[in-house]
């Protein structure tokens, strides 16, 4: 069956840099194409970032030039380097295989916290 889980959340402070990654598993890792959501408080599920099965990548113009999706093949992990954080970005973050909203194929999440 499908497994996401992610890891590497905390507390950073404004301008510092988290790199999350997400295990895979129960899926055709290396050909589907995958994505990082965020929830930040009271507020709905976001995208954040898609990366292509072909390595093309999209991204909200929010976190456009600060953050950056990847994945390791090998370790079916995906990772989303994420620099010069802001509090907005607070929230808890989530990869997803699914396409499209809700994208109910999802991990657990796991928590990042902006603040000084």
């Known amino acids: 069956q499908v497994q996401l889980v992610e890891s590497g959340g905390g507390l950073v402070q404004p301008g510092g840099s988290l790199r999350l990654s997400c295990a895979a598993s129960?899926?055709?890792?290396?050909?589907?194409?995958m994505r990082w959501l965020r929830q930040a408080p009271e507020k709905g599920l976001e995208w954040v970032a898609t990366l292509y099965g072909g390595r093309a990548t999209n991204y909200a113009d929010s976190v456009r030039g600060r953050f950056t999706i990847s994945r390791d093949i090998m370790k079916s992990t995906l990772y989303l380097q994420m620099n010069s954080l802001k509090p907005e970005d607070t929230a808890v973050y989530y990869c997803?295989?699914?396409?499209?909203?809700?994208?109910?194929?999802r991990g657990q999440g796991t928590l990042v916290t902006v603040s000084s």
């Open positions: 129960g899926f055709a890792f290396a050909d589907h194409d």
């Open positions: 997803s295989k699914s396409s499209s909203k809700p994208w109910p194929e």
